[in-house]
């Protein structure tokens, strides 16, 4: 598998609202390639405006950084700041034109030899209510396609 | 009846097989009526630049409620509009062909944006996945 087709991200779509509307919290979640660009995104009935853009950029960033936004939030937390100022990550706030997203929701999708061939992001379930997330929305996505794996 | 996510991908289908009758690949956006992106899906293999250019057509035609080659009269020097243009209160204004309102009878639900062909198979594609939505109804 060396990239994500339009038939692929529709099926991680698919499976990854089927997860979100279990949780009834209606959400965006978008797909994109090893570019970061959009593949497929959708906005479920009742979801935010906002959320598809978060979405867009979350799996943009997930690509961008090839490690989940998860991580990328906790590099910009104050806790994990160095004992010197700028050591920590608070420079990335400003990259990529201000797209880079720090909220968990984002997670790179890797192939078999463990190279980045996208993303997928979802936005609009609040962490830490209940047992599902955005990460665990996105992750319900990825497995959607694991026949794909070799 | 607005729009939702169940008619935007019906749009979308619609449109993508259209794209894939004449031998194109595209990107397909659906907006609703306040200009939100509710959907978007692009083809294998389409360009990149398509993804934005597609959502900035449908926004335009949501957005303005006409399709949005129509904007394109507000460039004449003669007509009141001349010069918004510069004002720069949003992006995503696309005076090329290729994005349509979305109606339902009279209203206006949404809008829908393709890039990928020319602007005239962008217009086919267009008016191929609104007929074949609203058809039905």
Known sequence: ?150 | MGMNIEIAKMIIKAGIQQAREMGNVCSVAVVDDRGFLVALHRMDRAPIPTVDIARDKAWTAATFRMPSSDIGRFGDPAAPGFGFNTQNWNDRLTTIPGGLPVQDGDEVIGGVGVSGGTAEEDVTVCRAALAAVFAAD
Not at chain 1, 54 to 80: E, G, H, Q, W
Request: proline share 6%; charged share 20%.
């Open chain 1, 1 to 150: 598998m060396e990239e994500i087709t339009l038939e692929m991200a529709e099926k991680m779509l698919e499976a990854a609202e089927r997860w979100a509307a279990l949780a009834g919290y209606p959400s965006s979640i978008a797909v994109v390639d090893k570019a970061g660009a959009v593949i497929a995104v959708h906005r479920m009935d009742g979801a935010g405006p906002m959320t598809t853009d978060i979405s867009i950029n979350k799996a943009f960033s997930a690509v961008y950084s090839t490690a989940p936004t998860l991580v990328l939030a906790r590099m910009i937390d104050p806790r994990m700041m160095g004992p010197t100022p700028g050591s920590g990550g608070l420079g990335l706030l400003t990259q990529a034109k201000l797209r880079l997203m720090f909220i968990p929701g984002g997670n790179p999708i890797r192939n078999g030899d463990m190279k980045v061939i996208g993303g997928i992001g979802c936005s609009g379930v609040p962490d830490g209510v209940g047992e599902i997330s955005d990460t665990t929305v996105v992750q319900a996505g990825y497995a959607a396609i694991y026949e794909e794996y070799d």
